[in-house]
Structures are given as structure tokens and as C-alpha cells.
């Protein structure tokens, strides 16, 4: 009876990795605060009873006081509220923002990987360039021309962030492309669009995952920090990196204004990478197996 | 060695000249609007406007513009800002010298904090400091420059203020003398919070980078070989692995020196500090595209030679590189 027990069980690769992930107390852990910030996210706007942008008479009250769960800022704002948005916000951007770089990158890195040649170079050039630019001028440059709306926004993101996609998608179709059963796939006489979409497609993916956790923390961090600098979202607007930049006068006196945006824009990032972290471990079939 | 050096000089030139273009394109063929910015709301005569425009070269076509702005560029000018006048030299002269302190002593803490834990948490793996490294290492990636910059100004200043700890307090103003031109003359703390702040954020990516390389080429058979011949372990670690382990480790530290910009803009605006930085933040906001083109020529610039020097040091450090350039050409 016991013997049988004892075999290991066959498990796929997929059911592997969730077998791995869910085995990570870390990235549990990130999981966990992540799925309740997005409920915050989701709710919270609708049970404070306050409008993001009504202003109050309490002025810096302190969290708890007058029906204001986390306080009020300079403007009497609830901070609940606000903090709450900003959550969707930073979760919408970077959704959007990741979503278009992840295809921009599939796109190009998957035919400068796939075909080489005078493509490759052309585009692993302008990755080149692009990537002397430090991302904050990028920003700078196309807030400072174009303004800053939503859409521009997430537009100077994309430029940030569509070229690590690209050079990594890339760098990972040419390594599956050279493995021997793409070969074997391409001597049996499978066409082009075969060997994508059923050789290496599914093997190239993995990475992707990874880097769409670590795409949607690093947008995050970007949004704000353009809004720190305020070349991003601007007042009323509740951006976390807005509601930290009008904070810092009151650092001495009233630092919950600083602490609480603060925070909850660290356990945001610091979620998302925690994932990222567990699924980098668990997707990567080297580690299989090892405890 | 020779031929792959002037490959990729001129490799970074024309990188550099596509990345200038690429910034000139996006502030002049939509122009940032000067006029506005001097007269504010107030309508001026059509003549002045026109004279305005002319003083700034704006009435020309855009590829005479662009002709011109690389003529002038290298004679050493780089226009005016179309706020105040000021020669932008004369603006990035002011920025630069801040700004370059402020990124010296990041880089140098950058480097002795990432040296340093990457090589402790390799040799003590699995200690108790190993593991606090780890989990600060991940924690820290999760926090942007600018709140950990005034969350240090709380610890390191306010803190301190309030419960009289004066010992405790690195909140102080910027030195205002230097020996050297990088050593404090005076209030040497002043230094030490933006630098940490600058340093930080990086420096525990490049320890954990530079900890799993040493794991992995200790791992090598070369690395049992000189156990086995007797060899000192201080020796093994620094002369064998140290040296093979360090090659990912560099290219990780050069874009994190491109990087270190955009930390250098939000530390020098959290601390208030007279930079490039914040300069090329408050001409972006006021649309001053002369101010912002000329900082982005020096910060473009300054990554292309550091991503050069990468190339080479991989040379110096990895000779299979050497010789592969041989063999390609």
C-alpha cells in the first residue's frame, strides 16, 4: 500500500509551476497583498463616502477623525479616498502601458529573433539608441512637447519600457530557434508559421510571464515618478507619486500624509515583484524538481 | 583588440548622433513655443514676435535648424534658454558640478555596498545575513528613489530633530566648499543621504547579480582545481572566481550607471539640490526645449562612453572576447 504512495507523481510542466509557485510562501505572500490593494482599489472609492476631490474643512486632520479613515491632506481631502484611486490608477496605467509594450515587444523582438539578418540589425540598432536615453528624459521629452493627458502618459511609458521586451523577447526566440527540435521541426518540413506558432511560441513564453510581472511594477514606479516630478499626472488627479510630492512640506509635522501613500505605493511595486520573483523561480525548468 | 575598439568608437557615435537626432526631432519639429513663455498671456505686435522668432532661429526651415544646431554644437554652443536668456553652458556649467559630485560618491557607495554584500552573502550562504540581504535586495526594488529619499530624510533628519539625537542627524544642507573638487570642505554628512539614496537602489540589484554568478563559477571544475592545489582560499575567491564572476556583473553595473540619471533627478529634487537633474525637470515643465536639448546631449553622451567602457572592460576581463573580434575580422 505504502509503495504505491511512495511513486512520484507525473505532473506536467504547467502543473509543475503551479505546483512551485503556490509552494513559495514569498510569493504567496505578494499574491496575498496584492488581490486585497486591487479590492481596496475596486471598493474603497465607493464606501469612504467622499469624492476624491471634494475639499474639506479639516485641514491635516489625523487618520480616524471626523469620519476620515486615513485623515485629510493640505486641502482637506480624504485621504482614503484618494489613496484608494490612485490604487486603480497605478493598476490601469500600468495594465495598459504593459500590455502595449509586451506586443510591441512580442512583435518586433519575435522577427529581429526569428529572421536575423539586416532586420536584426536595424532594430537591435535602434534598441542601441534607444537605450542611451535615460528613461526620465524620455518622459521629459514627450511630456514637455505633447503635454500630459492620460494617453500621453501612458504613451512616454510605452517608450520607456517597450525595448526591454523587445531585446529580451528577442535574445529568447534566437535561443529556442537554434535548439535541435526546431531543427528536426524544419527538416520534417513544417512551415514557418507552424514552427512559430507551435515550436517556439509555447517555449519563449515563459520568460514573457516574468517579465510582464516585472513590466507592470517597473510602470508603476515610472508613473509615479513622473507624477513626483510633475511632469505626469498633476493635482486633482489622485496619483500616488502626486499625493507623496504634495506631501513633503508636512513631513515634519504630519508625516502619516507622507507615510500612507508612501506605503501603499511600496506594498503595490513590492507585491508585483514578490510575484514576479515566485514566478521566475517556478517557471524556470532548470529548477525543476529542486526543493 | 585595436580594430574592436575603434568598431565600437564608431559605433557609439553614430549612436549618439541617432539618439540626439531622435530628441531634436520630437522638441523641434513640434517647437516648444518661446514666444508664449516670455510674454505669458499678453498679445505683443506681430514685429516683435517676428523678431523673437528670428533671434531664435525659428523662422528658418527645420533641416536648416537642425544643420545649425550641429554647427553651433560644435563649436561648443548650445543655444539659449528661451526663458531667462541664459546661455544654456552657462546653466549646465552650474548643474553639472553638483550633479557630478552628487553621482561620484553614489557610484563609489554603489559599488562598495554591492561588493561587499554580494561577496559576504556568496561566501556565508545561507546565513542569517545571507538571508536578511535577500529579502532587503528584493524589498528595496520595490520602492522608487523619491520615497525612499524622503523616508530617509524622516529616519535621518526629522527623526532625529525631534527627539534631539544631533548625532543622528545627516539631514544637512550641500557642502558649499570642496577640496579637490570631490572631497567636502565642509558638512561632509550633507553628502551622505543622496548619495546613499543614490546608491542603494542599484547597488542591491548588483549584489544579488554578483552573488548568484559567484555561486554558479564556483560551481566550476577550475575552481576545485586550485582548491585542490593547495591554493589559499583568499586567493581562489579573488583571483579565480571573483574575476569570472564579475563579467555579468559589469554590464549590470553599466546600465546601471545609465540608470543612475533618472535616480540622480529625483534624489537632487527630494533633497533640493541646485543639479542637472533638477534643472532638466523644471525646463521640461516650462517647456524651455533649448535648456532641456542641451542637458539631454550631455546625459546621452555620458551613457555612450560608459557603455563603451562596458565593451572594452569585457575585453580586458574576458580575453575569449579578445580573441573572437580577432577571428570575426
Redesign the interface.
Same mark, same amino acid.
Given at each position: 500500500m505504502s509503495e504505491i504512495e511512495q511513486i512520484p507523481q507525473s505532473l506536467s510542466y504547467w502543473q509543475d509551476v503551479r505546483k512551485r509557485f503556490f509552494g513559495n510562501k514569498?510569493s504567496i505572500v505578494g499574491l496575498v497583498m496584492l488581490v486585497f490593494l486591487i479590492l481596496a482599489g475596486i471598493i474603497g472609492p465607493f464606501i469612504s463616502g467622499w469624492k476624491y476631490d471634494d475639499l474639506g474643512p479639516d485641514i491635516l486632520v489625523g487618520p480616524g477623525s471626523n469620519g476620515h479613515w486615513l485623515g485629510t491632506d493640505d486641502l482637506g481631502r480624504d485621504i482614503f479616498t484618494r489613496v484608494t484611486f490612485g490604487i486603480r490608477l497605478s493598476l490601469t496605467v500600468a495594465l495598459v502601458v504593459t500590455a502595449i509594450s509586451v506586443f510591441v515587444g512580442v512583435a518586433l523582438g519575435g522577427i529581429a529573433g526569428y529572421f536575423g539578418g539586416w532586420v536584426d540589425t536595424i532594430i537591435s540598432?535602434f534598441i542601441?539608441?534607444?537605450? #542611451?536615453?535615460?528613461? %526620465?528624459?524620455i518622459g521629459?521629452?514627450?511630456?514637455? #512637447?505633447?503635454g500630459s493627458s492620460f494617453w500621453v502618459i501612458v504613451a512616454a511609458l510605452v517608450f520607456t519600457g517597450w525595448y526591454s521586451t523587445t531585446r529580451l523577447f528577442r535574445a529568447s526566440v534566437m535561443q529556442v530557434k537554434s535548439l535541435d527540435y526546431v531543427e528536426a521541426a524544419r527538416a520534417t518540413g513544417a512551415t514557418t508559421k507552424r514552427i512559430i506558432l507551435r515550436h517556439i511560441g509555447p517555449n519563449a513564453i515563459p520568460p514573457i510571464i516574468v517579465v510582464l510581472a516585472f513590466s507592470v511594477?517597473g510602470a508603476i514606479?515610472s508613473e509615479?515618478?513622473y507624477a513626483?516630478?510633475? %511632469?505626469g499626472f498633476r493635482e486633482p488627479t489622485p496619483s500616488l507619486?502626486v499625493m507623496?510630492?504634495s506631501?513633503?512640506n508636512y513631513?515634519?509635522d504630519k508625516?502619516f500624509v507622507?507615510f500612507i501613500p508612501?506605503s501603499i505605493? %511600496?506594498?503595490l511595486?513590492?507585491?508585483? %515583484?514578490?510575484i514576479g520573483?515566485g514566478l521566475r523561480d517556478a517557471l524556470d525548468p532548470k529548477l525543476r524538481g529542486v526543493k | 583588440m585595436f580594430t574592436y575598439t575603434i568598431k565600437r568608437l564608431l559605433?557609439s557615435l553614430?549612436?549618439?548622433w541617432?539618439?540626439v537626432t531622435?530628441?531634436f526631432a520630437? +522638441?523641434f519639429v513640434?517647437p516648444?513655443d518661446p514666444i508664449s513663455l516670455k510674454s505669458g498671456e499678453k498679445a505683443l505686435p506681430q514685429e516683435i514676435l517676428d523678431n523673437i522668432e528670428r533671434k531664435y532661429g525659428l523662422d528658418k526651415p527645420t533641416y536648416v535648424q537642425y544643420f545649425r544646431f550641429w554647427g553651433n554644437l560644435f563649436r561648443g554652443d548650445l543655444g539659449y534658454s528661451y526663458k531667462n536668456d541664459k546661455s544654456v553652458n552657462t546653466i549646465l556649467q552650474d548643474g553639472l558640478s553638483t550633479s557630478a559630485r552628487l553621482l561620484f560618491w553614489g557610484a563609489l557607495f554603489q559599488l562598495i555596498i554591492a561588493l561587499a554584500v554580494g561577496l559576504t552573502s556568496a561566501i556565508k550562504r545561507g546565513s542569517l545575513g545571507d538571508r536578511i540581504g535577500t529579502v532587503f535586495s528584493?524589498?528595496i526594488?520595490?520602492?522608487?528613489? +523619491?520615497?525612499s529619499g524622503?523616508?530617509a530624510?524622516?529616519l535621518f533628519g526629522?527623526l532625529p +530633530?525631534q527627539l534631539h539625537w544631533d548625532w543622528l542627524n545627516f539631514f544637512k544642507p550641500w557642502p558649499t566648499t570642496w577640496h579637490a573638487g570631490i572631497i567636502p570642505g565642509d558638512s561632509w554628512k550633507g553628502v551622505v543621504l543622496p548619495a546613499l539614496v543614490v546608491a542603494v537602489v542599484d547597488a542591491a540589484f548588483i549584489a544579488r547579480m554578483l552573488r548568484s554568478s559567484l555561486l554558479e563559477v564556483l560551481r566550476a571544475d577550475y575552481i576545485r582545481t586550485a582548491f585542490a592545489k593547495g591554493l589559499s582560499a583568499r586567493r581562489v575567491w579573488f583571483h579565480h572566481a571573483l574575476r569570472n564572476a564579475l563579467i555579468p556583473v559589469v554590464t549590470v553595473y553599466g546600465?546601471s550607471l545609465?540608470?543612475i +540619471?533618472?535616480v540622480a533627478?529625483?534624489t537632487e529634487?527630494?533633497f533640493s539640490l541646485p543639479g542637472m537633474?533638477s534643472t532638466?525637470?523644471d525646463s !521640461?515643465?516650462s517647456?524651455d526645449?533649448p535648456v532641456?536639448l542641451g542637458l539631454?546631449i550631455v546625459?546621452?553622451s555620458f551613457? !555612450?562612453v560608459v557603455?563603451l567602457i562596458v565593451d572594452l572592460s569585457y575585453a580586458l576581463i574576458d580575453p575569449r572576447i579578445k580573441i573572437d573580434s580577432k577571428a570575426v575580422h
Amino acid at each position: 500500500m505504502s509503495e504505491i504512495e511512495q511513486i512520484p507523481q507525473s505532473l506536467s510542466y504547467w502543473q509543475d509551476v503551479r505546483k512551485r509557485f503556490f509552494g513559495n510562501k514569498i510569493s504567496i505572500v505578494g499574491l496575498v497583498m496584492l488581490v486585497f490593494l486591487i479590492l481596496a482599489g475596486i471598493i474603497g472609492p465607493f464606501i469612504s463616502g467622499w469624492k476624491y476631490d471634494d475639499l474639506g474643512p479639516d485641514i491635516l486632520v489625523g487618520p480616524g477623525s471626523n469620519g476620515h479613515w486615513l485623515g485629510t491632506d493640505d486641502l482637506g481631502r480624504d485621504i482614503f479616498t484618494r489613496v484608494t484611486f490612485g490604487i486603480r490608477l497605478s493598476l490601469t496605467v500600468a495594465l495598459v502601458v504593459t500590455a502595449i509594450s509586451v506586443f510591441v515587444g512580442v512583435a518586433l523582438g519575435g522577427i529581429a529573433g526569428y529572421f536575423g539578418g539586416w532586420v536584426d540589425t536595424i532594430i537591435s540598432r535602434f534598441i542601441d539608441t534607444w537605450q #542611451v536615453i535615460p528613461f %526620465v528624459l524620455i518622459g521629459f521629452a514627450i511630456i514637455t #512637447v505633447f503635454g500630459s493627458s492620460f494617453w500621453v502618459i501612458v504613451a512616454a511609458l510605452v517608450f520607456t519600457g517597450w525595448y526591454s521586451t523587445t531585446r529580451l523577447f528577442r535574445a529568447s526566440v534566437m535561443q529556442v530557434k537554434s535548439l535541435d527540435y526546431v531543427e528536426a521541426a524544419r527538416a520534417t518540413g513544417a512551415t514557418t508559421k507552424r514552427i512559430i506558432l507551435r515550436h517556439i511560441g509555447p517555449n519563449a513564453i515563459p520568460p514573457i510571464i516574468v517579465v510582464l510581472a516585472f513590466s507592470v511594477a517597473g510602470a508603476i514606479l515610472s508613473e509615479s515618478v513622473y507624477a513626483f516630478l510633475g %511632469v505626469g499626472f498633476r493635482e486633482p488627479t489622485p496619483s500616488l507619486g502626486v499625493m507623496i510630492s504634495s506631501s513633503r512640506n508636512y513631513l515634519t509635522d504630519k508625516p502619516f500624509v507622507f507615510f500612507i501613500p508612501g506605503s501603499i505605493l %511600496v506594498l503595490l511595486t513590492l507585491s508585483i %515583484v514578490l510575484i514576479g520573483d515566485g514566478l521566475r523561480d517556478a517557471l524556470d525548468p532548470k529548477l525543476r524538481g529542486v526543493k | 583588440m585595436f580594430t574592436y575598439t575603434i568598431k565600437r568608437l564608431l559605433q557609439s557615435l553614430i549612436v549618439v548622433w541617432a539618439a540626439v537626432t531622435l530628441m531634436f526631432a520630437l +522638441f523641434f519639429v513640434i517647437p516648444g513655443d518661446p514666444i508664449s513663455l516670455k510674454s505669458g498671456e499678453k498679445a505683443l505686435p506681430q514685429e516683435i514676435l517676428d523678431n523673437i522668432e528670428r533671434k531664435y532661429g525659428l523662422d528658418k526651415p527645420t533641416y536648416v535648424q537642425y544643420f545649425r544646431f550641429w554647427g553651433n554644437l560644435f563649436r561648443g554652443d548650445l543655444g539659449y534658454s528661451y526663458k531667462n536668456d541664459k546661455s544654456v553652458n552657462t546653466i549646465l556649467q552650474d548643474g553639472l558640478s553638483t550633479s557630478a559630485r552628487l553621482l561620484f560618491w553614489g557610484a563609489l557607495f554603489q559599488l562598495i555596498i554591492a561588493l561587499a554584500v554580494g561577496l559576504t552573502s556568496a561566501i556565508k550562504r545561507g546565513s542569517l545575513g545571507d538571508r536578511i540581504g535577500t529579502v532587503f535586495s528584493v524589498g528595496i526594488q520595490g520602492i522608487p528613489v +523619491f520615497v525612499s529619499g524622503l523616508l530617509a530624510q524622516y529616519l535621518f533628519g526629522v527623526l532625529p +530633530f525631534q527627539l534631539h539625537w544631533d548625532w543622528l542627524n545627516f539631514f544637512k544642507p550641500w557642502p558649499t566648499t570642496w577640496h579637490a573638487g570631490i572631497i567636502p570642505g565642509d558638512s561632509w554628512k550633507g553628502v551622505v543621504l543622496p548619495a546613499l539614496v543614490v546608491a542603494v537602489v542599484d547597488a542591491a540589484f548588483i549584489a544579488r547579480m554578483l552573488r548568484s554568478s559567484l555561486l554558479e563559477v564556483l560551481r566550476a571544475d577550475y575552481i576545485r582545481t586550485a582548491f585542490a592545489k593547495g591554493l589559499s582560499a583568499r586567493r581562489v575567491w579573488f583571483h579565480h572566481a571573483l574575476r569570472n564572476a564579475l563579467i555579468p556583473v559589469v554590464t549590470v553595473y553599466g546600465t546601471s550607471l545609465i540608470a543612475i +540619471f533618472g535616480v540622480a533627478v529625483q534624489t537632487e529634487k527630494v533633497f533640493s539640490l541646485p543639479g542637472m537633474g533638477s534643472t532638466i525637470a523644471d525646463s !521640461a515643465l516650462s517647456q524651455d526645449a533649448p535648456v532641456v536639448l542641451g542637458l539631454a546631449i550631455v546625459v546621452i553622451s555620458f551613457g !555612450a562612453v560608459v557603455n563603451l567602457i562596458v565593451d572594452l572592460s569585457y575585453a580586458l576581463i574576458d580575453p575569449r572576447i579578445k580573441i573572437d573580434s580577432k577571428a570575426v575580422h
